[in-house]
Nanobody, 114 residues
Framework: QDQSGESGGGMVRPGESLGLSCVTSGIGFSAYAMGWYRKAPGKQHELVAVSSTGGIAKYSDYVQDRFIVSRDNGKKTLYLQMNNLKPEDTAIYYC????????WGEGSVVTVPS
């Protein structure tokens, strides 16, 4: 069964940074494009960043130039470096394949108080 374990979240002040990790199991990680998603209270999951199988990154407009996605295929791990965090980045962050499929993991909570 495919599983993911997100970690690295926390509470930080605006302008600070956090780094998230997602260790996967059960999937051929290197064969999949992977994405970071987030879900804010009362909202649907939204795509934040994508890492292609070759490591090419794409970002949503609201995190462009602030977040960096990377991957280590040998460790089956996806990373998200989040810089200059803003209160509107407050959400639970998840990793999944891109497009997302299967069930969501527990996610990692990121809180940026205003």
């Amino acid at each position: 069964q495919d599983q993911s374990g997100e970690s690295g979240g926390g509470m930080v002040r605006p302008g600070e940074s956090l780094g998230l990790s997602c260790v996967t199991s059960g999937i051929g990680f290197s064969a999949y494009a992977m994405g970071w998603y987030r879900k804010a209270p009362g909202k649907q999951h939204e795509l934040v960043a994508v890492s292609s199988t070759g490591g090419i990154a794409k970002y949503s407009d609201y995190v462009q130039d602030r977040f960096i996605v990377s991957r280590d295929n040998g460790k089956k791990t996806l990373y998200l470096q989040m810089n200059n965090l803003k209160p509107e980045d407050t959400a639970i962050y998840y990793c999944n394949t891109f497009p997302a499929e299967g069930r969501w993991g527990e996610g990692s909570v990121v809180t940026v108080p205003s």
